[in-house]
């Protein structure tokens, strides 16, 4: 099994910035797709961002584009730069995987396609 680890949450400003980070305990190399979903309280888990390990390609929500920036290293990490962050960005944040199928620019946000998830990290705007 696969097991990713988030970190970086925490309180900030409106119009702060966030680093988000997910280790995982397998070079990512070896999974197609790394995501991070956020879930507010009473709402389904969203897709934020994506990116295809292969080749770096990055997708995003609309609702971030322009503020967050997905990134990995060569090793077994993946960031979400948060900037400009505002309320509505409140929300536990996950990270996820996908073993199975490569990145698809259509189907990247849903939740059904990732087959590893970590336990998440809160961030909260104020």
């Known amino acids: 099994d696969v097991q990713l680890v988030e970190s970086g949450g925490g309180s900030v400003q409106v119009g702060g910035s966030l680093r988000l980070s997910c280790a995982a305990s397998?070079?990512?190399?070896?999974?197609?797709?790394m995501a991070w979903f956020h879930q507010a309280p009473g709402k389904g888990r969203e897709g934020v961002a994506v990116?295809?390990?292969?080749?770096?390609?990055t997708w995003y929500a609309d609702s971030v584009k322009g503020r967050f920036t997905m990134s990995q290293d060569n090793a077994n990490r993946v960031y979400l730069q948060m900037n400009s962050v505002k309320p509505e960005d409140t929300a536990m944040y996950y990270c996820?995987?996908?073993?199975?199928?490569?990145?698809?620019?259509?189907?990247?946000?849903?939740?059904?396609?990732?087959?590893?998830w970590g336990q998440g990290t809160q961030v909260t705007v104020s």
């Open positions: 996820a995987a996908d073993s199975n199928r490569r990145c698809s620019g259509d189907s990247w946000p849903q939740v059904w396609r990732y087959n590893y």
């Open positions: 990116i295809s390990s292969g080749d770096g390609v």
């Open positions: 397998v070079d990512t190399s070896s999974l197609y797709c």
